[in-house]
């Protein structure tokens, strides 16, 4: 079965400056992948090169086995797409936008129906101009499904959005993959990326650096895992880097940081070294390296930097 | 075709549902009927409603139309329907068509009401004067579409509606009977398509055409399907989907183009003896 979504080579320049430098990503049939990366990382430049909004300036694109650089109107027939705001003509109504939109596609689901899953039917005669933000990203999310799209590419589709409407996007994104149907999804939420997507591919100065499952990903990180321990009084730092299998350390306040290579051995002697100087343990977690700590290691930046 | 016609439809509800587009391009018309009723008289209204037809569609599309649509690109809305499988071609012919509709309704509203108050004769071609009608708005909705396109702002389409508009008005035989224009200004505005759609609409007003009038009625459809043409085909190929895209290096060219067709009228005009 062909790839959902198949870029070779992408390059994308503005000017002089290269904002997709060869980027190559695929995502399966059935498959959620994330394009993660900080602002001007080129993922919002690689999305809309996919789905035609900019001109590739080199490279290969497939989308459903169309070559989207060829035949862009036979791909959008088969794509939904929700971009990071949703524009309409300010008096357009709700149920009027849905039956307009879905008169631009050959198959397409009822305004009703859309209505009800989006929970926007108190709304439907209420102009596009009146609805909230979340809203309007509700009503973008239905136009992006209206035609049950065989790949939904959503471009920072949580920012700024209200918690009601992230629950219906991911409850959205659940169901395309239940339905064996594809999402590309660019984001700089490190969590929706862990807790939604199959795959991560980690994009920083218009290149992918990484792409691979949230799993591997973390499982690939030179970061060891972190006990976090709260006490009464402040601990000795010094003393602390003594402890059995003890990497690193930092003491902020309260709040003592141990990363450890065999955690077990840590801990106990943690405990022990606490019962020795007379400290109280308020609060204790072990934590393992994240998607975060994964992203700062290859980027060296942080997610919202 | 479905999706085509939705979107005129829609165009055409989003218009009368917008109050400024409906004082424009209602209310100003009459309120130019008035007016021009006050100062040429009740006496030669089948003169007189050739320049009110003119201008209502001049306004509808080389104002009214760029500024909605430059207003729509600028908000994102045409970016949308790009993600959309429909082409820019049906697009745009959905945007000429549902303009068209808009100044037919403006030119009809404004015919009865100087027919029904200020007695105005029914035309002496009223087929031609249809045929009339649409070469008229077909060029106008053209030569709008080719503002659309270069013009980055609502302020730049004015700045070019106007430096069109007045022209015509002025020089052009719209707004000064041409037998009051100096010689230069007669002939200047041979090169003007507003003189061609006065010519063609006050005569079938004024005259049952004879065959040198049939002659001349067409070589002047002629000249406004030129003009029309090509600034439809400007138009379409210097169309943007959003406020950033960067107009191509050869806009110059097609510009110059819808432009080239102005001169060639002129001279098709002086040729033909087109009066």
């Known amino acids: 079965m062909p790839a959902a979504v198949e870029v070779t ?53 497939s989308v459903c086995g169309i070559d989207a650089r060829r035949d862009p109107s036979a791909m959008r027939e088969r794509i939904g797409v929700q971009l990071q705001a949703t524009s309409l003509p300010e008096q357009i109504r709700v149920r009027e936008a849905l039956k307009l939109f879905a008169s631009f596609y050959r198959h397409s689901v009822t305004p009703q129906s859309l209505l009800d ?46 918690p009601q409407a992230r629950r219906e996007l991911h409850a959205v994104i659940r169901a395309m993959k239940a339905a064996g149907r594809s999402v590309l999804i660019t984001t700089h939420y490190i969590e929706e990326a862990e807790e939604l997507c199959d795959r991560v591919a980690v994009i920083d100065h218009g290149t992918v650096i990484a792409c691979d499952t949230p799993a591997a990903l973390i499982a690939r990180s030179a970061s060891a895992t972190r006990i976090v321990c709260t006490t009464d009084r402040p601990l000795d730092r010094t003393a602390l880097a003594t402890l059995e299998n ?5 003491v902020d306040g309260l709040v003592a940081r141990i990363s450890s290579g065999a955690i077990n051995h840590t801990v106990i002697a943690l405990v022990h070294h ?28 942080k997610l919202r930097d | 075709m479905h999706g085509f016609w939705q979107h005129v439809r829609m165009t055409l509800v989003l218009n009368f549902r917008n109050r400024q587009a409906l004082i424009f391009g209602y209310v100003v018309p009459v309120f130019f009927l008035i007016a021009f009723v006050a100062i040429f008289g009740q006496t030669s209204m089948a003169k007189t409603i050739a320049p009110l037809v003119v201008i209502s569609i001049l306004g509808g599309a080389c104002f009214g139309l760029p500024i909605t649509l430059v207003n729509e690109r600028d908000r994102g809305v045409w970016r949308r329907y790009r993600l959309t499988p429909l082409g820019a071609g049906t697009f745009i012919t959905s945007t000429i068509t549902s303009r068209l509709v808009l100044v037919a309704t403006s030119v009809a509203l404004q015919i009865a009401l100087a027919m029904w108050i200020y007695g105005l004769p029914w035309p002496k071609e009223p087929l031609a004067l249809v045929v009339a009608f649409l070469l008229v708005s077909f060029a106008f909705i053209g030569i709008g579409l080719v503002i659309a396109a270069i013009a980055n702002s609502i302020g730049a389409v004015q700045a070019l509606g106007q430096s069109l508009f007045l022209p015509m008005i002025m020089i052009g035989g719209v707004g000064v009977p041409i037998h009051l224009l100096p010689k230069w200004a007669e002939t200047v505005s041979m090169f003007l398509p507003g003189r061609h759609a006065m010519a063609m609409i006050e005569r079938c007003y004024t005259h049952d055409f004879t065959d040198l009038d049939w002659q001349r009625f067409m ?20 169309f943007r989907w959003e406020a950033d895209q960067r107009l191509p290096r050869s806009a ?18 002086r040729l033909m003896k087109l009066a």
């Open chain 1, 9 to 61: 080579d992408l390059v994308k320049r503005y000017g002089t400056v290269e904002a997709v430098r060869g980027v190559s990503l695929s995502v399966a049939p059935g498959e959620i992948v994330a394009v993660l990366g900080p602002n001007g990382a080129g993922k919002t430049s690689t999305l809309e090169c996919i789905i035609g909004l900019r001109e590739a300036d080199g490279g290969t694109i």
């Open chain 1, 117 to 162: 899953r989006f929970s926007l039917g108190d709304k439907a005669d209420a102009t596009f101009a009146s609805l909230s933000g979340g809203q309007k990203q509700r009503l973008g999310l239905a136009l992006a499904v209206i035609n049950e799209p065989e790949v939904l590419f959503l471009d920072e589709p949580t920012a700024g959005m209200d």
């Open chain 1, 246 to 250: 003890a990497t690193a350390v930092e």
């Open chain 1, 274 to 301: 606490l019962e020795a100087v007379g400290a109280t343990l308020v609060d204790l977690q072990i934590r393992k390296p994240s998607l975060e700590d994964v992203f700062i290691e290859l980027t060296g930046r």
């Open chain 2, 219 to 238: 070589w002047r459809a002629a000249i406004l399907l030129l003009i029309g043409g090509s600034a439809t085909l400007a138009g379409g190929k210097l």
């Open chain 2, 252 to 269: 110059w060219f097609w510009v110059g183009l819808s432009l080239a067709t102005w001169i060639a009228a002129g001279f098709l005009g």
